[in-house]
């Protein structure tokens, strides 16, 4: 038996933070608006336990990301494509949702086709500066698409497109710097938080540990260090080596990740981080100055576009990757901590960067539709 309600919609994105969080920040602004809300996502993928931690019921749909190569793997992928699109279609029969809101990649694309099939409303996100390959096959049909970036508007074949920003939990724009580092049980001083994303990144955490006994103990400075799951028992065991004792330091948080990123990213003054737009987005709403390093292989370099993004904006330090070792790495934060001028002038501009009404924008287009 169906179940009735006044207005349903359904939520989907998966696979990364960067398509899950946004898709999360509009659920929960469609929930406090008296909708009833399903999560579409993958179970295996992150976005299963983050939707149940909500309360959301959750909608599987099996799905992965398309091989690039033309092999049995990608046709036992397309077939499963259909599965899935076939199980999207039965969820939209099912429930019969007012709309669906998509943040692109390839979770998505199931219940993208499958409105396309059963003409069901939806609207589509971009969180990059280059949008995914699913948005810009998928958005023509779309009612309404939704761009954190400017720049990607050329890429999209949709007139009714607009430049929100990413959607961001409102705890961005509410919680204070004070009531961050209290949360944490950090003092009231200068703080460098270093993350390399959810899997972490190599050449980042290699620079880290070689110089956070400096910053730490010669400098003063607290350092939140996210060091990415696969990544955290080998870093605590170098660190053993090179700063003996670091556990017991006051001015350290090391973790293999955080969940309560809102915290850490309020908290800080100067972050390092790779260029994920929704990093970036939460770096810019929390007025942190920030060294940006983008992942060099990401799909169709968005990294390195959102990056440059920022930095044609006076918004961040920019460095390549390859040329992160641990003296460079200390030289150009020393070039921050050292000149507050510059702290400041990469803070503004961040600041003016945010973008805070990217969710209530994109509830009020899924509400009109």
Known sequence: MSETYSKVFFVTGGGTGGHIYPAMAVADALTSDGAKVYYVGNRHNMEFHLAGEKGYKFLHVGVSGMPRKLNPKFFYWGLRLVRAVLYSIKYIKKYNPKAVFATGGYVSAPMIIACIITKTPYMMHDCDAMPGLVTRKLSSKAKYVSLAFNRAKKYIPN?????????????????????????????????????????????????????????????????????????????????????????????????????????????????????????????????????????????????????????????????????????????????????????NYLMQNAQYMAKFDATSKIVECLNSI
């Open 159 to 343: 007139k009714h497109t607009i430049i929100t920003g990413n959607p961001i939990r409102a705890e961005f724009e509410t919680l204070t710097k004070e009531n961050a580092r209290k949360k944490l049980n950090l003092q009231n001083k200068l703080t460098v938080t270093i993350m390399g994303g959810s899997q972490g990144a190599k050449s980042i955490n290699n620079a880290t540990t070689e110089i956070i006994k400096e910053l730490v103990q010669d400098y003063n400075i607290q350092v939140i260090f996210q060091t990415g799951r696969k990544n955290y028992d080998e870093i605590t065991e170098k660190l053993k080596y090179v700063f003996p004792g670091w556990e017991h330091e006051n001015g350290i948080i090391l973790k293999p990740y955080f969940t309560d990123m809102i915290s850490v990213l309020k908290s800080t003054d100067i972050v390092v981080s790779r260029a994920g737009s929704l990093s970036l987005s939460e770096i810019c709403a929390s007025g942190c100055a920030s060294i940006i390093i983008p992942y060099p292989h990401a799909a169709a370099n968005h990294q390195r576009i959102n990056a440059k993004c920022l930095l044609e904006n006076g918004a961040c330090v920019y460095l390549e990757d390859k040329d992160v070792e641990p003296n460079k790495l200390r030289q150009i934060l020393l070039s921050v901590i050292e000149n507050p001028m510059k702290m």
